[in-house]
T-cell receptor, first 114, second 112 residues
Framework: NAGVTQTPKFRILKIGQSMTLQCTQDMNHNYMYWYRQDPGMGLKLIYYSVGAGITDKGEVPNGYNVSRSTTEDFPLRLELAAPSQTSVYFCASKAEQGLNQPQHFGDGTRLSIL | AQSVTQLDSHVSVSEGTPVLLRCNYS??????LFWYVQHPNKGLQLLLKYTSAATLVKGINGFEAEFKKSETSFHLTKPSAHMSDAAEYFC??????????FGAGTTVTVRA
């Protein structure tokens, strides 16, 4: 049971380059999320999705885009990489609606922009 | 609006001694609360969750947490620390399906 899988695990980008962080889950979860984690901080929500074809902004969406064409996949796109986007990115999913449903996290993508 | 404050950024304990990680929350209504653990270069793993069924919640790996509404606290404890408990711990409050508020985290080191 793979759970939430993120690729790549590490990446170095140059300023202005673009890339897509991949996230896939095999649990048939409707809800999916993208977070960034900066040193000494908790996680901040970038975008989330409540099902295929439905996405919405979180707390820090600027500089990012997402799509959700299937239940399994929720890629995060950086169009013009900036040093401020150096961070660790986590994808998460949960099964259903409800405050008490926990989110399941991937192992993260560590992104450096130089 | 909801928020979480973890009162200690770093906790150091000796192996075999108790661990206490403190968390205070604020929420405009009855929240769901979680503790997650993050080992180096890994994602967050759920330790336990509070959902109003019982104020003392037992989790994995011997951890438990007590919800105290009067103190707006949800402290995490373990009677006897193990070397494998060295990690970062996050207290999290959930007020709706898309909004989790994370504390800043507590780093636990365990001395042999």
């Amino acid at each position: 049971n793979a759970g939430v899988t993120q690729t790549p695990k590490f990446r170095i980008l140059k300023i202005g380059q673009s890339m897509t962080l991949q996230c896939t889950q095999d649990m048939n979860h409707n809800y999916m999320y993208w977070y960034r984690q900066d040193p000494g901080m908790g996680l901040k929500l970038i975008y989330y999705s409540v099902g295929a074809g439905i996405t919405d902004k979180g707390e820090v969406p600027n500089g990012y885009n997402v799509s959700r064409s299937t239940t399994e996949d929720f890629p995060l796109r950086l169009e013009l990489a900036a040093p401020s986007q150096t961070s660790v990115y986590f994808c998460a999913s949960k099964a259903e609606q409800g405050l008490n449903q926990p989110q399941h996290f991937g192992d993260g993508t560590r992104l450096s922009i130089l | 609006a909801q928020s979480v404050t973890q009162l200690d950024s770093h906790v150091s304990v000796s192996e075999g001694t108790p661990v206490l990680l403190r968390c205070n929350y604020s929420s405009s209504y009855s929240p769901s609360l979680f503790w997650y653990v993050q080992h180096p270069n890994k994602g967050l793993q759920l330790l336990l969750k509070y959902t109003s069924a019982a104020t003392l919640v037992k989790g994995i790996n011997g951890f438990e947490a007590e919800f105290k509404k009067s103190e707006t606290s949800f402290h995490l404890t373990k009677p006897s620390a193990h070397m494998s408990d060295a990690a970062e711990y996050f207290c999290v409050v959930s007020a709706n399906d898309y909004k989790l508020s994370f504390g800043a985290g507590t780093t636990v080191t365990v001395r042999a």
